[in-house]
């Protein structure tokens, strides 16, 4: 343990409003719902197509979920595979967990079944609320890894009934949307059984602020993807300084948030699930984004805040110009997992009359670290602030205790993870003291904005030179003929590794490689021009739309 407090500059750039620091955040996750209960019972707490649910009936489904998920055998401490899309289920099933004592893990309902077998392993859960396309999935694999039970969900039946008996007209359209929405299960309890079931009764035990709350897997962009544990009082701390960072947003039935972000995904989870109920906002749900979807919701009800990945504000943004409607009203955006294009700021902007700012974080820190200020002095090109209560250190990567202008952020603060679930080796590789090492290449300036410029992992070595891929990336981008790019290193045996480019050209019959390459020449060291670019019709994505380097790589070194 460490006593080293550092300055902390950036406090001085905050918004007016916000403050330096927050009171620790005592009791659970569980509380948040109940205020917003208690002080809105009747306000709508979720909206899916734009069926409403009120706090106060949210409350009764989550107690009765949670009693019946207890005559299921759910016990405080048990780990629970939630395997939902975004529906209000979903909610009542985190929040009914938790109640328990018990411990939600997140999955992404479209991985494939080696994926979701890996994490199932990994966990070992006995008990798995699964979305009704995914139970055969995970039944497959119940037997071995002693899943005993799977409760299965049909979203369509949080639906209102007008569109839940347009989805059942036999016509081909409506058979095709069903489909994708609803498949048959079998040997499985039904949802709706568990919410019919008796209510929890009030004196039953409530977890402690210090209680596992999540196993929230990481998204292995560089690696095998690991479970961080985060505790009520991570998430409960993260939630606060979400609230405490924009204080223009008001707690109360006039704070709308849209759940356009899975909520199995960290940035999804924090800012749909615990910072919006937190907020006795209307939560309005979307399976996945379809930009009509959100267009249809926005005329009724827009945003006050928006989550959001800059390929979500761009379709958006284009969609509500292509059909005439106004994004007015959609007061603070904040954007993530990817950089943010001044370009794309200034007309989204202008459209909704409201703030687009940039954000940073990790799983492993519940998940936000840091933000620009929902103000005029935010930087571009930044990605902001850290939170209050949040510390950082800028250090040497090969020496993590000596501090340094250029290098590795370290970070510290209550929504900073307890550790990786049944990984303490790899515990200890990611803390120095009680340091987080993210692995993230930064700089902080005298005003206290960091800017990321590269992750330790994805530096490129070649010939004893380091190669920051985004900064190749970058330059490459400004090219006309490249529409995206993504920069590796592959194994060489001069160098030790070779810059390779990953292309998207914007017209495949003129590209010309060495056009792009003498381009580059003039403006980076010979050593960070790429020796080769490989044209490809697409990159891996995540599912937020992060580019993945790992699976560039692979898909390049086969080449």
Same mark, same amino acid.
């Given at each position: 343990?460490? !006593?080293?407090?550092?300055?902390?500059?950036?406090?001085?750039?905050?918004?007016?409003?916000?403050?330096?620091?927050?009171?620790?955040?005592?009791?659970?996750? /569980?509380?948040?719902?109940?205020? =917003?209960?208690?002080?809105?019972?009747?306000?709508?707490?979720?909206?899916?197509?734009?069926?409403?649910?009120?706090?106060?009936?949210? !409350?009764?489904?989550?107690?009765?979920?949670?009693?019946?998920?207890?005559?299921?055998?759910?016990?405080?401490?048990?780990?629970?595979?939630?395997?939902?899309?975004?529906?209000?289920?979903?909610?009542? %099933?985190?929040?009914?967990?938790?109640?328990?004592?018990?411990?939600?893990?997140?999955?992404?309902?479209?991985?494939?079944?080696?994926?979701?077998?890996?994490?199932?392993?990994?966990?070992?859960?006995?008990?798995?609320?699964?979305? =009704?396309?995914?139970?055969?999935?995970?039944?497959?694999?119940?037997?071995?890894?002693?899943?005993?039970?799977?409760? !299965?969900?049909?979203?369509? #039946?949080?639906?209102?009934?007008?569109?839940?008996?347009?989805?059942?007209?036999?016509?081909?359209?409506?058979?095709?949307?069903?489909?994708?929405?609803?498949?048959?299960?079998?040997?499985?309890?039904?949802?709706?059984?568990?919410?019919?079931?008796?209510?929890?009764?009030?004196?039953?035990?409530?977890?402690?602020?210090?209680?596992?709350? /999540?196993?929230?897997?990481?998204?292995?962009?560089?690696?095998?993807?690991?479970?961080?544990?985060?505790?009520?009082?991570?998430?409960?701390?993260?939630?606060?300084?979400?609230?405490?960072?924009?204080?223009?947003?008001?707690?109360?039935?006039?704070?709308?948030?849209?759940?356009?972000?899975?909520?199995?995904?960290?940035?999804?989870?924090?800012?749909?699930?615990?910072?919006?109920?937190?907020?006795?906002?209307?939560?309005?749900?979307?399976?996945?984004?379809?930009?009509?979807?959100?267009?249809?919701?926005?005329?009724?009800?827009?945003?006050?805040?928006?989550?959001?990945?800059?390929?979500?504000?761009?379709?958006?943004?284009?969609?509500?110009?292509?059909?005439?409607?106004?994004?007015?009203?959609?007061?603070?955006?904040?954007?993530?997992?990817?950089?943010?294009?001044?370009?794309?700021?200034?007309?989204?902007?202008?459209?909704?009359?409201?703030?687009?700012?940039?954000?940073?974080?990790?799983?492993?820190?519940?998940?936000?670290?840091?933000?620009?200020?929902?103000?005029?002095?935010?930087?571009?090109?930044?990605?902001?602030?850290?939170?209050?209560?949040?510390?950082?250190?800028?250090?040497?990567?090969?020496?993590?205790?000596?501090?340094?202008?250029?290098?590795?952020?370290?970070?510290?603060?209550?929504?900073?993870?307890?550790?990786?679930?049944?990984?303490?080796?790899?515990? %200890?590789?990611?803390?120095?003291?009680?340091?987080?090492?993210?692995?993230?290449?930064?700089?902080?300036?005298?005003?206290?904005?960091?800017?990321?410029?590269?992750?330790?992992?994805?530096?490129?070595?070649?010939?004893?030179?380091?190669?920051?891929?985004?900064?190749?990336?970058? /330059?490459?981008?400004?090219?006309?003929?490249?529409?995206?790019?993504?920069?590796?290193?592959?194994?060489?045996?001069? =160098?030790?590794?070779?810059?390779?480019?990953?292309?998207?050209?914007?017209?495949?019959?003129?590209?010309?490689?060495?056009?792009?390459?003498?381009?580059?020449?003039?403006?980076?060291?010979?050593?960070?021009?790429?020796? #080769?670019?490989?044209?490809?019709?697409?990159?891996?994505? !995540?599912?937020?739309?992060?580019?993945? #380097?790992?699976?560039?790589?692979?898909?390049?070194?086969?080449?």
């Amino acid at each position: 343990m460490t !006593s080293f407090d550092p300055p902390r500059p950036w406090t001085s750039s905050y918004a007016a409003g916000v403050p330096a620091d927050l009171p620790p955040q005592d009791g659970s996750l /569980i509380d948040i719902v109940d205020a =917003s209960v208690r002080d809105y019972p009747d306000a709508p707490a979720l909206q899916f197509f734009g069926r409403e649910t009120s706090y106060a009936d949210l !409350s009764e489904q989550i107690a009765r979920a949670a009693a019946a998920l207890a005559a299921h055998g759910v016990q405080a401490g048990d780990p629970v595979a939630i395997v939902l899309p975004n529906c209000p289920q979903h909610i009542v %099933a985190f929040y009914a967990v938790l109640r328990l004592g018990a411990v939600v893990i997140e999955h992404n309902p479209l991985y494939t079944p080696r994926e979701l077998r890996t994490q199932f392993e990994d966990h070992g859960a006995t008990h798995a609320i699964v979305w =009704s396309k995914v139970v055969a999935t995970v039944q497959g694999f119940a037997a071995d890894l002693g899943v005993e039970t799977i409760v !299965s969900v049909d979203v369509t #039946r949080a639906m209102p009934w007008p569109t839940r008996l347009a989805l059942r007209l036999p016509v081909a359209k409506a058979r095709k949307s069903r489909a994708a929405l609803h498949a048959a299960t079998t040997g499985a309890a039904d949802w709706d059984a568990l919410v019919s079931h008796a209510p929890l009764p009030s004196s039953h035990p409530r977890p402690s602020s210090d209680d596992l709350a /999540i196993i929230q897997y990481t998204s292995g962009t560089t690696g095998t993807p690991k479970g961080a544990m985060l505790t009520h009082a991570n998430l409960l701390a993260n939630a606060a300084q979400a609230r405490a960072w924009v204080p223009q947003i008001v707690r109360g039935e006039g704070c709308v948030v849209y759940a356009v972000l899975p909520m199995f995904h960290a940035y999804g989870l924090t800012l749909c699930l615990t910072f919006a109920m937190s907020m006795g906002a209307r939560l309005v749900l979307f399976p996945k984004f379809e930009p009509d979807l959100v267009l249809a919701a926005t005329r009724k009800h827009p945003a006050t805040f928006l989550p959001l990945v800059p390929p979500i504000a761009e379709r958006l943004l284009k969609a509500a110009r292509e059909e005439g409607v106004s994004l007015a009203g959609t007061d603070v955006a904040i954007s993530g997992a990817m950089a943010l294009a001044h370009e794309l700021v200034v007309p989204f902007e202008e459209a909704t009359g409201g703030f687009l700012v940039e954000g940073y974080g990790l799983s492993e820190c519940s998940p936000v670290l840091m933000a620009n200020p929902v103000a005029d002095n935010r930087v571009a090109g930044t990605v902001g602030l850290p939170l209050p209560g949040t510390e950082c250190r800028v250090v040497d990567p090969d020496d993590p205790r000596t501090d340094v202008d250029r290098g590795e952020l370290l970070v510290r603060g209550p929504q900073v993870f307890r550790g990786y679930y049944g990984k303490p080796e790899e515990t %200890a590789t990611v803390f120095v003291d009680d340091w987080f090492r993210t692995g993230d290449i930064v700089t902080i300036d005298e005003a206290g904005f960091v800017r990321i410029v590269d992750r330790i992992k994805e530096l490129i070595i070649t010939g004893g030179f380091n190669v920051a891929p985004t900064e190749v990336e970058g /330059i490459l981008r400004q090219h006309p003929s490249v529409a995206d790019v993504a920069v590796v290193g592959l194994p060489d045996d001069h =160098s030790g590794e070779q810059v390779v480019a990953a292309v998207v050209p914007t017209d495949p019959d003129a590209f010309d490689a060495e056009a792009v390459r003498a381009f580059a020449r003039g403006i980076l060291a010979p050593y960070k021009v790429p020796k #080769r670019l490989v044209v490809v019709d697409d990159l891996p994505r !995540s599912l937020i739309g992060k580019v993945l #380097r790992r699976q560039v790589r692979d898909r390049l070194s086969s080449k």
